[in-house]
């Protein structure tokens, strides 16, 4: 059985910093891409940051500069490092696992709640 399980969410004030980690239980975590994506009240689930499983990230144009997606194969961990939040950086987060293979199944934490305000 796999799971993820998101933390790190919060309330934080704008030019703030929060580190999300999602966890994955299973064997699948090396073979997998790792993803965060967002959803915010009233629109589309959108993608922030992939992390390939040999490391190769990419990232939404929103938060270049901004976010860092890291994972960490011996902890079957990856984890979102957001800097310089922005109040339309408030969101669910989601933590994803993609085998990238459209035969296999795809997975999905439960979410965690981002919120930057003063």
């Known amino acids: 059985q796999v799971q993820l399980v998101e933390s790190g969410g919060g309330l934080v004030q704008p030019g703030g910093s929060l580190r999300l980690s999602c966890v994955v239980s299973g064997s699948i975590f090396s073979l997998y891409a790792m993803g965060w994506y967002r959803q915010a009240p009233g629109k589309q689930r959108e993608t922030v940051a992939r992390v390939a499983p040999g490391g190769t990230t990419t990232y939404a144009d929103s938060v270049k500069g901004r976010f860092t997606i890291s994972r960490d194969n011996a902890k079957n961990t990856v984890y979102l490092q957001m800097n310089s939040l922005k109040p339309e950086d408030t969101a669910v987060y989601y933590c994803?696992?993609?085998?990238?293979?459209?035969?296999?199944?795809?997975?999905w934490g439960q979410g965690t709640q981002v919120t930057v305000s003063s």
């Open positions: 994803n696992a993609d085998p990238m293979d459209l035969r296999k199944k795809a997975y």
